[in-house]
């Protein structure tokens, strides 16, 4: 009863603070962190003890499957290089540095403990970072750099943990932790792979929506325990699976148990991700109790954490930096990877934050050693102050250092391009499948109804300001409406009882389903439209400049000479339609082609990326 009680509350407190977060624009889990804290001081809450391997096992598998179902194989891929760099190298130097710090500050401390604690405080928290910088809206590239390290660097630490709890217990060669950083990866990476296959072809031949949907929910632990019971790193094992899972759920048959699993797999993250910042903040009365009567005095061991809090901020630039820009010294790297920006690695090395995984690590230590207490207080510190320090100032830093994040109207124009390729693609196919027996009316609504999908993509670039509803908008709120009278005439028949229970459930269902649609379209728009920032300008319009612009012809090999110039990366080219000038786009880092209409006043560019042909007015904020 008192497991069900705390559990009710615990949800109920998630829900609470979360919805408050969104309303206020403030960090969730740094709220949630703040509201565990409150908490543990409160006679009335019992002590939480965190169990490590409920941690370790029962939270980290499915929180980091559900991340790396979400990330792009392909991003992932083309970042390998810096998420090795972060998730691996990073990892053991901050293992050996702040170990060597927590023994200069407490020779009393083995250093065989110390550089276990230098492990556990090493990886940034897989949930902290990338929430909080999606949350801000950082280049996507950045974000992606710091998913991949989050997915990864847990895998590295707990080897490193694992390494020196064996030369606390007794000695360990050097040749014994490289070989279990052999097995670890390796076995990891064969037990992902063959997860990930196994539950792909067992989930291609099961059509049932709720076994299927199962299966994707036991994914994590069918990759995680295999991969523990040969010693190998089933954190990277969970891992690979997510990845290859979510490269290959799109091309897998039967949409309704994708949805199913997306949606089931939504609630799943929140409730778990959420969880752990709650029960971060609720350790607090109690380690910090534990360390009242150690034999190293408490201002000294309070001092202590305050130092190993510092050397862990200031380590993560000492190697970000040079790990960005020494390799492209390289020939062969600068030529692959062009220099980011130094605002770039600024914000890496400030994405630091700490998360439940450090404090379960450190709760694995023997519980016979030494200042254990120490150790685990010094862990605790690390996350609150990371959490609160990086979590408040990372995005003020980002607006310091204008670091623009994706471009919406980029973003739009490329749903609008890609939409429009799809909806070609099955105009197409119905072409070829067009038999002369099948009735006219038929293939008319077809073709009328994938076309007003390709339209309504193209229409979410009106202007916020317009006050004219668009087709889709209207269609939309109008159909939302029949929908609710068709319901209430529903429900009303089944309190007649004219009909069978499930005759009224699966007309219910089906209104349910296309309800949804609506609602997620509705969200589409609504975000397209609102927050009074920069607009997006409306599809196939007309003015002045528009209509006089010239038709140059595009160069053969186009590319953005002041990229080349700069070093930088060019995302798309577009053409200047007055001058010829081409540049890159918003999306890039130097937005050039922006760039050179603020310079020169040329009103109209068009895009030469292959397959578009739409043009752009700056001036009037038109597309057309």
């Given at each position: 009863m008192h497991i069900a009680l705390g559990l009710l509350v615990i949800v109920a407190v998630v829900c609470a603070v979360s919805a408050l977060g969104?309303?206020?624009?403030?960090?969730?889990?740094?709220?949630?962190?703040?509201?565990?804290?409150?908490?543990?001081?409160?006679?009335?809450?019992?002590?939480?003890?965190?169990?490590?391997?409920?941690?370790l096992v029962g939270l980290l598998p499915p929180l980091l499957y559900a991340a790396a179902f979400r990330s792009s194989l392909f991003d992932f891929s083309s970042n390998i290089r810096s998420i090795g760099l972060l998730s691996v190298g990073y990892v053991v130097f901050g293992t050996i540095a702040v170990g060597f710090v927590v023994w200069w500050l407490f020779p009393e401390i083995p250093l065989a403990a110390a550089i276990a604690l230098g492990a556990v405080v090493a990886p940034p928290d897989a949930v902290a970072a990338t929430s909080i910088a999606r949350r801000v809206g950082m280049p996507r590239r950045i974000v992606s750099i710091l998913e991949g390290e989050s997915l990864v660097n847990d895998a590295t630490a707990l080897v490193c943990l694992r390494a020196a709890i064996a030369a606390i217990a007794g000695s360990v060669s050097a040749l014994e932790v490289a070989g279990g950083f052999l097995v670890a990866a390796g076995g990891g990476l064969a037990v992902g792979f063959a997860a990930a296959y196994v539950l792909t072809e067992v989930r291609k031949r099961v059509s049932n929506v709720a076994i299927n949907t199962s299966t994707s929910l036991m994914a994590p632990f069918v990759a995680y325990l295999p991969a523990e019971a040969i010693h190998a790193s089933g954190v990277l094992a969970v891992v690979v699976t997510g990845l290859v899972m979510g490269f290959k759920a799109p091309s897998m048959p039967n949409g309704a148990a994708r949805q199913s699993a997306r949606s089931n797999w939504d609630t799943v993250q929140f409730l778990l991700e959420n969880s752990v910042f709650l029960l971060i903040g609720l350790q607090v009365r109690a380690i910090v109790e534990g360390v009242q009567d150690d034999s190293l005095g408490a201002g000294r061991v309070w001092l202590g954490c305050a130092v190993i809090l510092l050397a862990v901020l200031l380590l993560r630039p000492v190697w970000v930096f040079p790990a960005t820009f020494l390799p492209r010294l390289v020939p062969s790297v600068r030529k692959a990877e062009p220099e980011p920006p130094w605002q770039a690695a600024a914000i890496v090395s400030w994405a630091g934050m700490r998360g439940v995984v450090t404090l379960a690590a450190v709760l694995t230590l023997p519980a016979d050693l030494e200042h254990r207490n120490v150790l685990v207080l010094a862990a605790l510190v690390v996350v609150g102050g990371t959490l609160v320090l990086q979590g408040f100032t990372l995005p003020v830093l980002v607006r310091l250092l204008a670091v623009q994040g994706p471009d919406r109207r980029e973003d739009a124009l490329n749903r609008a391009s890609l939409m429009q390729l799809a909806t070609d693609a099955g105009l197409g196919r119905l072409a070829e499948l067009r038999r002369d027996t099948d009735p006219p009316e038929v293939m008319d609504m077809l073709k009328r109804r994938t076309q007003e999908r390709g339209l309504a993509a193209w229409e979410r670039l009106g202007r916020p300001e317009s006050d004219a509803a668009t087709p889709s908008q209207g269609y939309a709120r109008l159909r939302m409406a029949m929908l609710d009278a068709e319901r209430t005439k529903v429900l009303d028949l089944r309190r007649?009882?004219?009909?069978?229970?499930?005759?009224?459930?699966?007309?219910?269902?089906?209104?349910?389903?296309?309800?949804?649609?609506?609602d997620a379209a509705l969200d589409e728009l609504d975000s397209s439209d609102g927050g009074g920032g920069e607009g997006i300008a409306r599809p196939g319009g007309i003015c002045g400049h528009l209509a006089a612009a010239a038709e140059p012809a595009v160069p053969p090999g186009a590319f953005c000479a002041a990229c080349r110039r700069e070093g930088t990366a060019t995302v798309h080219l577009r053409m200047c339609l007055e001058c010829g000038n081409v540049g890159c786009c918003d999306?890039?880092?130097?937005?050039?082609?922006?760039?050179?209409?603020?310079?020169?006043?040329?009103?109209?560019?068009?895009?030469?990326?292959?397959?578009?042909?739409?043009?752009?007015c700056y001036a009037d904020d038109l597309l057309g």
């Open positions: 969104r309303k206020l624009d403030l960090p969730v889990p740094l709220l949630l962190v703040l509201a565990g804290v409150a908490g543990s001081f409160l006679p009335f809450i019992p002590e939480v003890e965190l169990n490590p391997e409920l941690v007649g009882g004219q009909f069978a229970h499930e005759v009224i459930s699966e007309v219910l269902e089906r209104l349910d389903i296309e309800e949804s649609m609506l999306s890039s880092v130097g937005r050039h082609a922006s760039l050179h209409f603020h310079e020169t006043s040329h009103p109209v560019m068009r895009s030469i990326e292959p397959g578009e042909d739409w043009r752009w």
